[in-house]
C-alpha cells in the first residue's frame, strides 16, 4: 500500500448516496486520493454536486478520461449484494490493469483470483487488491474485550447504510481533535479502503466472525482511552443480523451509537417495520446483555435531503424518545456525539 | 454417497458427550454405519456404556482393529474449536486412505485441500468428503420463509452442545411416525452426516448464512406440514451468537423449542451466566420479533447423567418456569413436544 494511490472510482450509473457507498466512502473520507468518478449517466458533473457533499471531484464517462486525470488506481465504488462484478465493469477493469492501474475491489468475489485478470495485472505491472479479503479463521470470541482498561464503543444502526462507518469516523476524528487517544476499528470494505488496516467481518466465515472483531479490538486498545467500532447491518436485517451480532458480542463495546437514516420505516431489504428510536435503543441494549452489558450514549441521525426544518425536528425527536443527545454528523458535526463520549467516559473513569 | 457407509468413527481421548459431539450424533442417528470407534483410552469396552447410550459398537485402539470390523470408511469424530486435525490423528487418516477407507471430516479446515492426503486417496481410490465444505455464496435472507404456508420450527439453546440436534431430530421422528409431514434441515456437520444433505452453516461466509438457512427451509417446504431445522450455537454465546441469530433471521420459524442442558449456569466459551428458563424464552422471542414474530412451544432439558429425581424435578421446574411443555427427549422421549407442536399446528390451521 506505500504507492501513492491516486483513484479512478467505478460508480456507473450508482452515484447516489445509497448505492455507491465504497465510492461515497473514498470522496468523503479519503478526498485527496480520489482523481475522478466514472458514472457515464452523470459525467461531466462534479461528485460533490450529484451526491450533496463537498467534493469538486469531476464525474466521467471513459477510462481513458480517469488516466488524463492522473489516475494510477480503480476502486470498484459499488458492493451490490451478492457482489458479482457487473459484465460491463470489466471491460473497464481490463482496460485500467492494461494501462498498468491497481485494481481496488470491496466485492465477495476476489477479482485476484480470476485467472485472466490476475494475468492482465502481471503482464502489465499492476497489483489486485481485494479489501474482503480475511483470513479464513481466527480464534473463537470469548469476552475478552469485556474486560479491557479502555472503553469501546460500537455504532449500531437500524438498516443497513444509514450512515455508520461516517458517524464512527467522525466521532473519532472529533474525539482525536480533542485529545481523546481514540482507534479507529475498520469492518467493512470501505472502512478498510479509507483506514488502510481491518478486516471485512462480514467475509469471516461465521463461526470466526465475533473472533476477528474481538481480536482487532484487542489489538487496538494499547495506549487508547476508546476503541470506536465501525458497525455493519442491522439486528434488523434479515439478511446481515448475523453479522451485526457478532460484532455486537466479539467488541463487547460499554457504549454504543445508535445510528438511523430519517424517514426509513422498513428494512429495505425485507421489508419489516423499522421499530422507534426507543424500541431500538432498548433492541440493541438487550442484545449486548446476553454476553455483556452497554448502553447506546447517543442517536446520530441522517438528515441527507431533508430540507434543514424538517431535519432538525427529526433530530429533536430522536433526541427527546430517547432521552440521549442526538444529531446529524455531517450537517451539524458531531459534537454533540463528542460530548456524550466525554461524559460517558468521565463517569467510567469515577467508577474506577 | 452411494456406497454403504461403514465408519470407524475417530474420538481418541474424547469419547464423552460433550467433546465427541459427531461420533455421538452418528451412534445415535446412524447406528447401522457404525462400526467401530478409536479411543485408546477405553479400547476393550462398549460406546453405549462409555456414553450412557444404548449402543453395543466397540471401541478400539487402532485402525486395524477397524479394518477387522468391515469398515470402509473413516469419521473424523470431533470439531475442535478453531477446527485443526491433531497431528497424531493425521496418522489414522493417512494409514486409512492406504487402506482405500473413504474419509469423512466436519472440521473447518478441508482435508481435501489437503494435497498430500488428497494425492493419498487418489493412489488408493479413496475419497474425501469435507462435511463442512459449503458454497462461497447464496442469495442473501429477505424472510422468505416468513410467508411460507407451512411451518418452520426451529430448536435454540441455553449454548452451544446442549442438544439442540439431539432435539430436532428426535421430534422429527416422532412426528413423521404420527403422519405429520415433516422435513429435517441440517446446518451442522453432524446433522449433514446423519441427513446426507444440507449445509454447515457456520462454514458459511456471514453475509450468507442466515441466507442459506432460509434457501434450505424454501427448498425443504413442498408439500410439507413442518420444516425442522436444527438450531446452532446461542444468543448467549459470544464467539457463535451470530450463527444463532443468522438460523433465526433466514428461518423466520412460527415456533421455537427451548433446549438446555441441566445444570449448566454459564457458557462454556466466555463464562457468561445463562439466563433462567423464562428469560431464555424471552430473549429468542425479543430476537424473533426484529424480523419475524415467534413462539417457543416447549423446552428440551438434557439430563444426561442426572439421577431420575434431580432429571425429573429439573424439568418440573423448566415447565413450571415458563408455563411450556417441558421434556428430556431422550430419557423421556419427545410426547411432550410432539404434543406441543400438533397442537401448535392445529392453532395455525384454524387461524388460517
Known sequence: MKRERRFLVLADGSLTPLDAKTAVGAL?????????????????????????????????????EGLERGANALLVGIAPVGGELPAEWRLWVEEGLRAGL??????????????????????????IFDLR?????????????????????LTVGSDCNVGKMTAT???????LADGIRSR??????????????????????????AGAVESMVMERSEAADVVMV????????????????????????????????AGRTAIRHGGNPIPGYGDMVRAYETAASWVSPSRVIGVCVNTQGFPEPEALSEI???????????CDPIRQGPGALLEALKSHLSARRSRA
Chains 1, 2 share one sequence.
Open 316 to 326: 429533536v425527536r430522536a433526541a427527546r424518545e430517547t432521552g440521549l443527545p442526538a
Open 133 to 153: 479479503r480475511v483470513p479464513l479463521s481466527m480464534p473463537v470470541a470469548a469476552r475478552r474485550a469485556a474486560s479491557l482498561p479502555c472503553e469501546v464503543l
Open 169 to 175: 469516523l467522525e466521532l473519532h476524528r472529533a474525539a
Open 184 to 209: 479507529f476499528v475498520a469492518t467493512g470494505q470501505t472502512g478498510v479502503l479509507v483506514e488502510g488496516a481491518g478486516l471485512s467481518v462480514d467475509r469471516m466465515i461465521s463461526d470466526f466472525a
Open 102 to 127: 491497481d485494481v481496488w475491489s470491496g466485492m465477495h468475489t476476489f477479482l485476484s483470483e480470476d485467472a485472466s485478470l490476475w494475468a492482465l495485472a502481471a503482464e502489465h505491472g499492476a497489483r
Open 28 to 64: 468523503r473520507f479519503i478526498p485527496e486520493q480520489v482523481v475522478a468518478v466514472l458514472d457515464r449517466s452523470r459525467a461531466g458533473r462534479v461528485a460533490g454536486e450529484v451526491l450533496g457533499i463537498s467534493s469538486r471531484v469531476p464525474v466521467v464517462s471513459s477510462v481513458t
Open 230 to 261: 465501525e458497525g455493519q447491518g442491522s439486528i434488523f436485517h434479515p439478511g446481515y443480523s448475523g453479522v451485526t451480532l457478532s460484532l455486537l458480542h466479539g467488541a463487547c463495546p460499554g457504549a454504543m451509537v445508535l445510528c438511523h437514516h
